[in-house]
């Protein structure tokens, strides 16, 4: 159950704040408890004023000390970012649930090798040597046949299942492991985008990490799935040229999995669903909430539509470069998600079409049934599957939501 | 002297475990025209 709670403050209020890791950033300052997973991006009058208020001193103090005529947006967004420990004496209410990190076991020395330079020439000599084995024999791109590699269709769903599964262990093992080469930790979670089940590393510590580093954790999991895919394509050729025996089932499961690997970095491409590519969009662009913004953005747009009231912006204003690119991005979000799911419908018309029409009536589709993976079974299970995971995650997902909520309640204007 | 604060977005990297489904047709297709245009 979530509960508003009023704070009530005045220029002669103290407060306390827990500790904060501050780093400065595009002229700026990022601050945040990694135990909440809570960040705020500071200006430096921000920053000064934060560290009186830690010292002791009174808003009306600080707001003096600072010729700072307003503090009470600074104070709102301490509260709201559980960095507030007490008003006046008076503990407050944690409002985030602390973070679990996972495989804290890691440190640094562990996983160096794998970001070192000899380790980035093997990367590249992998890569190169998939990307020309595609090139020259063109029959090693991935195809939707791929998708079959036994007959039975929930022998292949359980394998499809199996290598999906594990691509996507790996891709977010692979963030994480970058994570902790940069000196923070992260933790994994099931979760969704749109109607999309994934799985999600929370690589929020990033923050305190210099900005042109942390590309090295957003690009892992795809330059992961390439290197995979090449390992893949490479073993296939192998074995094609008489090299490397493989068996017809890891043969066609290994053709599988590059189906798989290469269309999950496809599917990064999704950006405006916050994938790992928007991510590295919004860093080269140091726009910090640039999806957030964006929805809201959308959401001042379409009140406006149709209250004639409020602004296209809400507060607080951006820069105007900024919200120049917010404002394209907010475009593309709705441009991406209508074209995705409309994707997605047209998918499950055609699969209920199948299953419902065509598999009941025409007898010739049922000779196809050798060759793919209909039938009932098979998909329900999907399905049913699918359907859990959302549902976890999205239960998940409000579990995470701050417990309380502040607002803060001034007599004097502070 | 300037005050000013913002709330910042966590980051979640993600992998979705459908993305065969969502992308096999345009995937066919792009193998498709490649081969097609290499060959």
Redesign the interface.
Known sequence: MRRSIDIAMTDRSTLALFPLRVKQDAG?F?AGRPCT??????????L??AELLARGRSIGDTKAA???P??R??LE??L??GMVRSVDGTPLEEPLAPRRYHLTFLRRRHVAWLFSRPALVVYAALFVGGLGIV?AA??Y????AD?IVVRDPMGNLAL??SV??L??AL??LA?LLAATYLGVQASF?I?Y?LF?????????D??LVDRNKRYV??VA?MVN?LLLASAAVTALWLHDHGMLPLGAHLYGTLRLAV??L???V???GNFYL???VY?VIANATGC??L??DAAAYLRAGLARLFARSTPMLPA?ALPANERRIVRGYAALMVLGTAG?VA??AA?AAGLVYALLHRHALDPALRVSRQVAPAGLMPVLASLAV?CA?LAYAVVSKRRRRPRVTYRLVALEGL | MQIEARRIEAIETTMTKDAWIALISAGATFATAIANAVS
Not at chain 1, 41 to 46: C, D
Not at chain 1, 141 to 144: D, F, G, Q, T, V
Not at chain 1, 196 to 204: E, H, I, M, R, S
């Open positions: 700026q990022i997973g809570s960040y705020v991006a500071l200006s430096r009058g921000a000064e004023a600072l010729a700072a307003r503090l947006p600074l967004t301490l709201a970012a090139l063109p029959r791109l991935p195809h939707a998708a499809l299942w999906s599964l691509a996507m891709h977010e963030h979670a979760s985008r999309f089940a994934v799985a999600q590393t929370d690589l929020t990033l923050w954790a957003y999991g799935d189906l798989v290469v269309f999950g496809l599917w990064q916050r994938t790992d991510y910090r909430n999806s957030r607080p995705v994707l997605g998918y699918t995971w």
